[in-house]
């Protein structure tokens, strides 16, 4: 099938997509915001156990998260919802927000942006082989360029 040219149909069949290991999280990239000329990006992450981010804002797009395994923890604009298998909460543009599993194992997450141009920040950390660990000052740089800002560390 085409690409995403806009002609033919994007079809992504189970195990297909663009991998990615930005902060030591893998996800899979079903559909980039360059496959759908910037009106979303689509992808499932794996989220061990007690992980999650920092707390951030998305800038240009709003973010929808299905829980597709597991139990997470959402706060958005200070208020905590658990979340597990089939539930589905969308974050508004500009409104801070974190996630974290907090189940005993592995969750799984498909998350859509849109607009969608928020993955090429997970790209180009990957490609940069940045860590938050040692590289948080560049990282912020990135973010800044896609729209994100971090705005404090998880919730306990």
């Not at 806009?6 to 069949?13: D, F, K």
């Not at 000329?37 to 299905?66: N, T, Y």
């Not at 141009?117 to 990135?142: A, N, Y």
């Amino acid at each position: 099938m085409d690409q995403g040219s806009g002609e033919s149909a994007l079809v992504r069949r189970v195990g297909e997509g663009s991998s990615n290991q930005a902060f030591d999280l893998p996800r899979t990239f079903l559909v980039r915001s360059d496959e759908s000329k910037g009106a979303f990006s689509h992808w499932i992450e794996k989220v061990p156990a007690g992980a999650g981010p920092p707390m951030h804002v998305h800038h240009r797009e709003q973010e929808l998260f299905r829980v597709l395994s597991g139990q997470f923890r959402f706060w958005c604009k200070g208020e905590a919802q658990d979340l597990t298998d089939g539930d589905t909460v969308l974050i508004p543009k500009g409104t801070p927000h974190t996630f974290k599993n907090i189940g005993s194992s592995e969750g799984q997450l498909l998350i859509t942006l849109t607009p969608g141009d928020g993955d090429g920040f997970f790209i180009e950390v990957e490609r940069l082989g940045l860590h938050p660990s040692r590289d948080m000052p560049q990282i912020v740089e990135i973010a800044g360029r896609y729209g994100v800002e971090f705005v404090g560390p998880p919730p306990a």
